[in-house]
């Protein structure tokens, strides 16, 4: 194993935006109810790098007992942005996230893919200025495992040369599936035999280490 290109998740991953999401989320279910908030709060917590959308599906199934329209869809997607993107603009990047893009840049190829959604996530990277690092940005609708595959693929790498760093299992389930490496934020993948840590501060030793091997 080598290290040819390496992939990052956006939120809790580049930017301290998933408590802010999270508060979204639970604003946007409290217009069905308290239950509903709590439940699509955790439901999100679960399915990190699931998109948006698919998560006001799945409220509406389980708290309705019917399909979301279009239009309901679409406004809770509005309401969502204005609860999020003002707070999003000026939220810390993740502890270590700095550096590693400023080390890696020009040496490792990198991108982004997010489960949210694709124009959203660049105007956010644009404005933050961190586009500049990047040599792809993508988001949904496309799956998270699509995603990466294409990325893999149009980087023209081994997937096994390259690493998926995410902090939810959707991330995880991708880089699995894809065939590449694995880094996780967070204690939920210290049983899944995965490297990881509480944040990226000791990334670039770990990214070092791979960029190394024959």
């Not at 194993?1 to 992939?7: P, R």
């Not at 996230?97 to 644009?126: C, F, N, T």
């Amino acid at each position: 194993m080598a290290l040819h290109l390496i992939v990052f998740d956006c939120d809790g991953i580049l930017l301290e935006s998933m408590d802010i999401k999270t508060r979204a989320f639970q604003r946007v279910g409290r217009e069905i109810s308290a239950e509903a908030a709590e439940g699509l709060a955790a439901y999100h917590r679960l399915n990190g790098g699931v998109s948006r959308f698919k998560k006001f599906e799945w409220l509406y199934a389980t708290y309705k007992d019917r399909a979301i329209t279009d239009e309901e869809k679409e406004a809770l997607n509005q309401a969502f942005k204005k609860a999020t993107l003002e707070e999003i603009a000026k939220c810390p990047l993740v502890p270590g996230a700095q550096g590693v893009l400023d080390h890696w840049k020009e040496r490792v190829p990198m991108y982004v893919a997010s489960g949210a959604p694709e124009e959203e996530l660049r105007m956010i990277l644009q404005n933050r200025g961190l586009a500049k690092y990047f040599e792809g940005v993508y988001g949904s609708p496309t799956v998270k495992t699509q995603l990466l595959r294409s990325i893999v693929q149009h980087a023209g790498v081994y997937p096994r040369d390259a690493v998926m760093i995410g902090d939810a299992r959707t991330d995880q389930y991708a880089a699995e599936a894809v065939g590449t490496q694995f880094y996780g934020r967070g204690e939920y993948f210290k049983d899944s035999g995965h490297p990881w840590h509480s944040d990226l501060t000791r990334l670039n030793e770990h990214l070092e280490e791979l960029f190394a091997a024959p």
